[in-house]
């Protein structure tokens, strides 16, 4: 919501579901303003502030949204299949995607794959940036041995394991606990089929290193994969398209 003093002493807020447009609307006003999310003005995180037309304030956890280019992708749906919004959503973080249910268009033939943004090389001439697709089992990306390297509280209940690799898959950010200098932590965990391991974050977004997380230290490589194989195996939009 963006929440505008007025000239009587009264704040009005204006609710926008659009995060690209509630921005829009904070940095065109000219007097002092907020931008904030909640529920209502009472129940809410201050994200932005602006006094007299002046930024005066963003929070650190803000400031890559307020401050770059919004990133667009146009993402298709047939028949109700697709990706989910969730998944684009990922997609368009630059996380990668589980798809049991691609079609190759040449063939007819459905496929499995891990698919991924291209945000390096920039967008094509329809405006959208390419995909790459690590196929599974051939790029040899094996999420369940990858987490098996890990100490990860959630593996320990059948359950709470399959709920894991179902939100990477997804593309989320996942909830874990895990050990960190003797002491159990809360961290974000991230699959990244590309280079074949996971990511751990800090709530806060801080890129932890991997390898104090590991069952056995000092393990350089749990990934079983060919050198070269990952260029070969990387297909685009161009070549392969999902349905």
């Known amino acids: 919501m963006v929440i505008v003093a007025g000239a009587d002493g009264k704040n009005t807020a204006k609710r926008i579901e659009n995060l690209t447009e ?26 932005s502030i602006k006094e007299n037309g002046k930024l005066n304030f963003v929070s650190k956890e803000f400031r890559n949204v307020y401050f770059n280019k919004p990133v667009t992708q146009n993402i ?12 684009s959503a990922n997609l368009i973080q630059g996380r990668s995607v589980y798809r049991d249910d691609l079609v190759k268009y040449n063939s007819g033939e459905s496929y499995k794959a891990w698919v991924k943004l291209d945000l390096e090389k ?6 959208n940036f390419q ?4 196929m599974d089992p051939q790029y040899g990306y094996d999420l369940k041995h990858v987490l ?29 606990s895990t050990v960190k200098d003797g002491k159990e932590v809360k961290l974000q965990l991230e699959a990244v089929p590309r280079y074949g391991n996971l990511n751990f974050f800090t709530m806060d977004g801080r890129l932890e290193k991997r390898n104090q997380f590991e069952k056995v230290q000092a393990k350089e490589n749990t990934f079983d994969m060919k050198v070269g194989q990952s260029k070969d195996k990387e297909l685009s939009t161009g070549q392969e398209l999902s349905r």
């Open 148 to 176: 098996n390297e890990y100490r990860i509280k959630e593996l320990d209940d059948p359950s709470q394991r399959q709920k894991l690799k179902s939100e990477l898959k997804n593309g989320n950010r996942a909830l874990i």
């Open 131 to 134: 995909m790459q697709q690590f």
């Open 22 to 47: 509630a921005i829009d609307y904070f940095k065109s006003q000219t007097g002092t303003a907020e931008l904030s999310v909640g529920k209502d003005p009472k129940h809410r995180n201050i994200y």
């Open 76 to 87: 298709w749906v047939d028949k109700g299949r697709g990706f989910t919004s969730q998944q």
């Open 122 to 127: 920039g967008k094509d001439d329809r405006g």
